[in-house]
């Protein structure tokens, strides 16, 4: 008996217990069943208020089918002609012999000459527009790839040289107060952003202070009074060319020359302006055809032409030698206006507008002291203000202090001194001299005929007055 209410009770149990389970699985998929359809309700609200957000309109008509994109450039034809390994390597040994590379240029890191001589001074003008770099630069760089490239654009297909040079634009020249631009083409206006007539570019500015022998800065000084020449002014004027002015043209004159521009002309000569190559650019001779083989030129033996940027003559010469019989035209032309530089030199120093060293090198003599005192062509005892204190290195900051004051002395040089002023026929003479014998080592080359029209009018002018 007591087995059969065993038997009852366990099956009793293990029924309710079933039951119990069964109620809970019951329960559980209804919570879950529960829970789902909120997260349905709210999957609702949110797609809803989302749309409502947005003030989506229905769906439009599907559209059909665009075109297939044109393909990108293919770096192997775009880039790599010039940017591979071998080709940057061989460009970087050729440069390494021109004197943008190896020159003293970034120990000018002043900033009247950083915007030329240093890579960071170049990059600072072309990106401001201004003529001198704000500051003076120490720890400039040397002129590198950097300097005069830019990459702009990864599409060669259209304007190259404004997607890969760092200037362009048209130069404002210095000749003209830096407020008339020149358009050299688009190639040459990077060259001729440095190459190009400029005067001294540190100040040289003073006047009379309560101090009769120190003299201070004067801003009314003007430094480069003759810029731009005046070709209408008469001839027979008189003109101060006193201590402390210029017309130099400070070894970068190259840029006029090509274009047959901004030198002195005679009233009534005539000036030719271009030649046979006056549509050549820089690069068409200073890039020309790469030679390896060192070749002796101005003191420098080294390979011609590419990056080096010193003219391969060879490749002009095999050019010219066919053309002409001359076997060796640009030293022709050298050798030609270097006999009419001295020429002119001799005819300046005869009237006592220039002196002549032992060494036969010819420089200027003043008219008038750095404050406007005639300088006499006989020895007095009298001090003249024809020498300047160097400016000094700050020792804390490292930049140039830009001051100094005029120092008195003897006049030396009376015997040469022409005891009256200049006149602006004779200013013409002696700037047309630096016009040429200051564009660097290239002696009339880069237009030999309006460069000789020069000299010979300018000796003519000498020896009529």
């Known amino acids: 008996m007591w087995m059969f209410k065993l038997f009852i009770n366990k099956t009793l149990c293990g029924s309710l217990q079933q039951i119990k389970i069964n109620n809970n699985l019951i329960n559980l998929k209804f919570m879950k069943l529960k829970n789902f359809n909120r997260f349905l309700f709210f999957a609702f609200i949110l797609l809803f208020v989302t749309q409502s957000c947005v003030k989506e309109g229905p769906m439009g008509l599907a559209g059909s089918p665009g075109a297939n994109g044109a393909n990108g450039k293919d770096a192997n034809t775009s880039c790599l002609p010039c940017h591979s390994t071998a080709t940057m390597n061989q460009k970087t040994v050729e440069y390494q012999y021109s004197k943008h590379f190896y020159g003293t240029s970034s120990a000018r890191n002043t900033k009247?000459?950083?915007?030329?001589?240093?890579?960071?001074?170049?990059?600072?003008?072309?990106?401001?527009?201004?003529?001198?770099?704000?500051?003076?630069?120490?720890?400039?760089?040397?002129?590198?790839?950097?300097?005069?490239?830019?990459?702009?654009?990864?599409?060669?297909?259209?304007?190259?040289?404004?997607?890969?040079?760092?200037?362009?634009?048209?130069?404002?020249?210095?000749?003209?107060?830096?407020?008339?631009?020149?358009?050299?083409?688009?190639?040459?206006?990077?060259?001729?952003?440095?190459?190009?007539?400029?005067?001294?570019?540190?100040?040289?500015?003073?006047?009379?202070?309560?101090?009769?022998?120190?003299?201070?800065?004067?801003?009314?000084?003007?430094?480069?009074?003759?810029?731009?020449?005046?070709?209408?002014?008469?001839?027979?004027?008189?003109?101060?060319?006193?201590?402390?002015?210029?017309?130099?043209?400070?070894?970068?004159?190259?840029?006029?020359?090509?274009?047959?521009?901004?030198?002195?002309?005679?009233?009534?000569?005539?000036?030719?302006?271009?030649?046979?190559?006056?549509?050549?650019?820089?690069?068409?001779?200073?890039?020309?055809?790469?030679n390896a083989t060192p070749t002796l030129?101005?003191?420098?033996?080294?390979?011609?032409?590419?990056?080096?940027?010193?003219?391969?003559?060879?490749a002009c010469n095999a050019c010219h030698t066919t053309a002409s019989s001359i076997s060796d035209p640009i030293g022709l032309v050298q050798s030609a206006v270097t006999a009419k530089i001295t020429e002119l030199g001799n005819a300046l120093v005869a009237k006592k507008l220039y002196k002549k060293?032992?060494?036969?090198?010819?420089?200027?003599?003043?008219?008038?002291?750095?404050?406007?005192?005639?300088?006499?062509?006989?020895?007095?005892?009298?001090?003249?203000?024809t020498a300047v204190s160097s400016n000094v290195v700050s020792p804390t900051t490292g930049l140039v202090v830009y001051g100094g004051t005029v120092q008195y002395k003897l006049d030396t040089d009376y015997a040469n001194r022409i005891g009256r002023q200049w006149t602006y026929g004779e200013l013409g003479a002696a700037y047309n001299y630096q016009y040429v014998a200051n564009s660097s080592e290239s002696l009339g080359v880069h237009n030999p005929v309006y460069v000789m029209q020069l000299l010979q009018t300018s000796i003519d002018y000498l020896n009529a007055h």
């Open 297 to 314: 030129q101005h003191g420098v033996t080294s390979p011609t032409g590419g990056h080096t940027l010193r003219v391969n003559y060879a």
């Open 112 to 290: 009247y000459c950083a915007r030329c001589h240093t890579s960071d001074g170049f990059k600072e003008i072309t990106a401001d527009g201004l003529f001198v770099c704000a500051n003076d630069i120490p720890a400039a760089e040397r002129i590198n790839c950097s300097t005069c490239h830019a990459m702009g654009a990864f599409d060669f297909s259209g304007d190259t040289a404004s997607y890969i040079l760092r200037t362009t634009t048209p130069v404002f020249l210095n000749y003209f107060g830096n407020l008339k631009a020149q358009d050299f083409g688009k190639v040459d206006n990077l060259c001729c952003t440095c190459h190009q007539i400029r005067g001294m570019t540190v100040p040289g500015i003073y006047k009379n202070s309560a101090d009769s022998i120190a003299k201070k800065f004067d801003p009314n000084f003007k430094q480069l009074p003759f810029f731009p020449l005046d070709n209408t002014k008469n001839l027979t004027d008189s003109v101060k060319y006193q201590y402390g002015m210029s017309f130099d043209v400070h070894d970068g004159n190259q840029s006029n020359t090509l274009l047959g521009i901004n030198g002195f002309e005679y009233p009534g000569q005539t000036y030719t302006r271009t030649w046979k190559h006056s549509d050549n650019t820089c690069i068409d001779c200073h890039m020309n055809q790469y």
């Open 357 to 385: 060293s032992t060494t036969g090198a010819f420089s200027a003599e003043q008219s008038h002291d750095y404050v406007g005192n005639l300088l006499p062509k006989t020895k007095t005892t009298t001090l003249f203000g």
